[in-house]
């Protein structure tokens, strides 16, 4: 051989091993993944043109690791069987466990890659404890592990300021059994709350933040590093409603929750702020202001965990109609707002919708709410729209709305309420 070549061939070698390396021919992690995209029922994700690592992950699972190669690698996430990826983008992964965590809205969902290996060691009598923000639209938050009903006022919180997309670092809390619980930060408001669990001595724990689309509460999937990468999603013991007041009578209404007034004095056309209230199945039950104890109406409900609901009341006090509506208060797209409209008004038939003079909605029928529609917005200033309600399939108009200035990033409800010979409308931002 040649000995001037011998070198240049060598370095060629090496060049030729250090590039297989950086495209994860020689590593291997172990990868779990975190499906918390909330308008998504299920996901796929694959590695490059690999197939799927997998497919059908519903809201709110998780993966155990799974053997994937390391190094470089291009994150493609499809939602709700999409043959288009909601999120691609390429990340790298060492030796060792990592869990991919997908969330936010489909229109702008995210992932971020979670590196778990080199754990702090912990006090004997302790367990690691972090927090990943992964709840899109409720800003930062404070997190609380506490023994059962300790006062939050006097207490500061075991994670503080924790941002969307904020890994936070891992600290050693005392083993217990334990209640989590998690505020907007800086305030004593109490938006997540589940029952007690234990914590193990010298375990990790990685607490993931997430939204199923409420404006302010939010739900919790708590992962065990100790455990082949196994971990559960914990109910919040809470959720919210709010209620619109549009009895063709005009009284003000009072609304009790299972026997305890939960909102007083509601005026006609008057919505509420939400209300917290446990989850599950409730008894609603509505009195006039001015006949306090006399029922107009008894409503069992139930209000699905950490989600938004609203509640209209409307006909006559002789006669209630109620009207139990789901709400989305997600981040609507960007430079976005977004609208539903709900037809409330008794006798007035079914409704067809214009926006800017546009047919929308078509045939919305008494008593039921429309999907929500994206509308483009002033982030600042918002925008001025005309809504106008039309008798289905005619050109007749019962309600004209002009200069209802929406904004960016926000959600809205559009109702028509009131007797059918005079239809008003009441516009609530929901967020």
Do not use: W
Request: glycine content about 10%; charged content about 10%; some cysteine.
């Amino acid at each position: 051989m040649n000995t001037k070549r011998a070198p240049i061939i060598l370095l060629c070698l090496l060049s030729f091993v250090l590039a297989s390396c950086s495209k994860g021919g020689s590593s291997n992690a172990n990868l779990r993944i975190v499906n918390v995209i909330p308008d998504a029922p299920s996901v796929s994700v694959q590695l490059g043109t690999n197939a799927p690592l997998v497919t059908g992950l519903l809201f709110q699972q998780l993966t155990q690791y799974i053997n994937t190669p390391g190094g470089s690698q291009d994150f493609m996430v499809s939602a709700n069987g999409g043959q288009s990826f909601a999120i691609n983008q390429t990340l790298s992964m060492g030796n060792g466990n990592y869990t991919y965590i997908v969330y936010g809205p489909v229109v702008s969902a995210t992932g971020l890659l979670v590196n778990e290996n080199n754990l702090p060691t912990v006090n004997s009598g302790q367990f690691n404890f972090r927090v990943i923000n992964a709840a899109a639209g409720i800003g930062p938050v404070d997190v609380y592990l506490t023994p059962l009903g300790t006062d939050l006022n006097t207490t500061s919180p075991t994670v503080a300021n924790i941002g969307l997309g904020g890994i936070g670092s891992f600290i050693g809390v005392n083993v217990g059994t334990l209640e989590l619980r998690v505020t907007a930060t800086g305030t004593k408001s109490v938006i997540y709350d589940t029952l007690p669990q234990a914590f193990t001595n010298g375990n990790s724990y990685e607490a993931v933040v997430f939204t199923k689309g409420s404006a302010r509460l939010v739900s919790v999937a708590l992962l065990d590093e100790n455990n082949s990468g196994t971990g559960q999603v914990n109910d919040n013991l809470l959720a919210e409603f709010k209620v619109l007041n549009a009895s063709t009578a005009g009284t003000a209404l009072n609304v009790l929750v299972n026997g305890v007034i939960a909102l007083s004095n509601i005026p006609y056309q008057g919505v509420s702020n939400y209300v917290t209230t446990p989850a599950g199945s409730s008894t609603f039950t509505v009195q006039a202001t001015a006949t306090p104890g006399s029922n107009l109406l008894t409503l069992v409900a139930t209000l699905n965990s950490a989600t938004d609901t609203s509640i209209v009341f409307s006909g006559p006090p002789g006669g209630l109609i109620p009207l139990v509506l789901n709400d989305n208060n997600l981040p609507p797209p960007a430079l976005n707002a977004r609208v539903r409209f709900v037809n409330v008004s008794p006798g007035i038939g079914p409704l067809d919708v214009y926006i800017n003079f546009g047919q929308t909605i078509s045939a919305l029928a008494e008593n039921t709410g429309s999907i929500y529609v994206n509308e483009t917005a002033d982030a600042t200033l918002g925008t001025a729209y005309e809504f106008d309600f039309n008798i289905a399939g005619t050109t007749t108009p019962v309600l004209k709305l002009p200069g209802v200035v929406i904004i960016a990033g926000h959600t809205y409800t559009i109702y028509v309420v009131g007797p059918s010979n005079a239809p008003q409308g009441v516009v609530s931002q929901d967020d």
